[in-house]
């Protein structure tokens, strides 16, 4: 059998089996105990008890799962340092009880999860997904309710209660151009193309890129869409390959990412890839999973820390909460790391709510926005919420995979795109919601 085919179809079985494999069950009362509290000041809030519940509805069966199982961990590992006592994070005495819900990257199943949960928590600490957050958004303004979604979309960024915290996926994508354009030595020397999920996730990946391509003067050879589950690449794969394209940004997610780069390999193409930040999963520096050698072209546009990098402040502290809380709920990932980041920034403005002596829906989004240059130990960019439209980030850097070690190395680093300036401009001519991209298959 041919080698290259060999490897797409290892690659395809050991994919397949990361997107269905459930977590076992921990048994913790953080995972478990939805039990609505006796007394409360506001939803989600029981004064009497000190006990405040977050309320999550993530992907642990679906698509997106790799990245789901890992990001409800980050929460979990929260909570249970915080109920440990010492955190520092809350007043002491104070816990913390997540409501948890698995929609399956299933928009439908998220509003009925919302639904059964909304009564009984203060926010929603996890919004796993922008299909998934984005039909929530009429139903938060209702409740009053604050959503922080496991998503950089530039969209979520518009409305009031869904504010993402970091850069976009949009800015990403620019700044993967300026990186194009930098490591091929000129823009003439690009001929780029995409893949871009048929979803906003891929409509901010398309839009960045394009804006990109023209700020630069660099030609788009050839975009291809996919669509979350799809399992097989090899149009895709051949239409990039016919068209020469060489510079390839991928806003997909781990399910698509790995099977498009063992296609381009069986079918011995080899262009300079560029992923999202959703596009990548540590479990991929495994050699069990997928070939080192396929990431041989492989780089990534993030504006987050990766696990175990030096020069972080808080980055010791956190690994030694893992050691003690959480290194039996999940193997070291980068998810984990993001989420309890962002749990962070979700306990401090409660934090804040309490001090004011307002610890209810209206009381928390106040406090949330009084936090200006916030990072938690510097596990995030400084987050700024007082201003709306939120740009909760506008940098991103170029990382590239050292397999052999399972970390990463800096080709580029932290900056905002070029094209930032032009963004910004055309913005302020266009109201929000405009200029949203649609799909569409180009060879």
């Known amino acids: 059998m041919n080698k290259g085919l060999i490897i797409v179809l290892a690659l395809a079985a050991v994919v397949g089996v990361l997107f269905v494999m459930r977590p076992a069950d921990d048994g913790s009362q953080t995972a478990k105990n939805d039990s609505a509290p006796a007394a409360v000041a506001s939803p989600g809030v029981d004064i009497e008890n000190k006990v405040l519940r977050i309320g999550a509805l993530n992907d642990e069966s679906g698509p997106a799962a790799a990245i789901g199982k890992p990001y409800a961990v980050g929460k979990r590992l929260l909570a249970a340092q915080v109920n440990a006592g ?63 979604p496991a998503s950089l979309s530039s969209q979520l960024a518009e409305h009031r209660h869904t504010p993402p915290l970091g850069t976009s996926y949009l800015l990403e994508a620019m700044r993967a151009m300026d990186f194009a354009v930098e490591h091929a030595g000129a823009a003439d020397k690009i001929k780029a193309g995409i893949v871009y999920q048929q979803d906003d996730y891929g409509a901010d990946g398309i839009k960045g890129w394009e804006q990109a391509a023209e700020h630069h003067g660099v030609e788009i050879v050839s975009k291809q869409t996919v669509a979350p589950g799809q399992t097989d690449y090899t149009a895709v794969v051949s239409a990039l390959k016919q068209a020469g394209a060489n510079y390839v940004l991928l806003t997909t997610l781990p399910s698509a990412t790995g099977p498009i780069l063992g296609t381009a390999a069986q079918l011995q193409y080899m262009p300079n890839w560029v992923g999202n930040t959703p596009a990548w999963i540590d479990r991929f520096f495994s050699p069990e999973v997928i070939p080192a050698a396929v990431f041989t072209n492989y780089y990534w546009s993030t504006g987050i820390p990766y696990w175990g990098e030096e020069g972080i402040e808080a980055m010791p502290a956190f690994l030694e909460t893992y050691e003690k809380h959480g290194k039996d709920m999940y193997q070291p990932d980068f998810y984990i790391l993001a989420s309890y980041a962002q749990g962070v920034v979700q306990l401090e403005a409660f934090r804040r709510a309490l001090e004011n002596g307002e610890p209810n829906r209206e009381g928390y989004m106040k406090a949330l926005q009084s936090l200006e240059d916030y990072s938690p130990g510097g596990m995030m960019q400084p987050v700024d919420l007082s201003a709306f439209p939120y740009v909760t980030g506008t940098k991103a850097r170029i990382l590239k995979p050292d397999m052999a070690s399972g970390t990463w190395k800096v080709v580029s680093d932290y900056a905002e795109p070029t094209a930032l300036g032009e963004t910004e401009a055309e913005a302020s001519d266009h109201s929000h919601g405009e200029g949203h991209v649609q799909p569409v298959n180009a060879q």
């Open 86 to 148: 010492g955190s520092g994070m809350l007043p002491e005495g104070w816990k913390v009880e997540l409501v948890e819900r698995d929609h399956g990257y299933n928009p439908q199943h998220s509003v009925q999860a919302y639904n059964e949960i909304k009564d009984r928590v203060l926010f929603i600490g996890t919004s796993f997904g922008t299909p998934n957050t984005l039909p929530l958004r009429d139903m938060l303004e209702r409740d009053g309710m604050v959503a922080f």
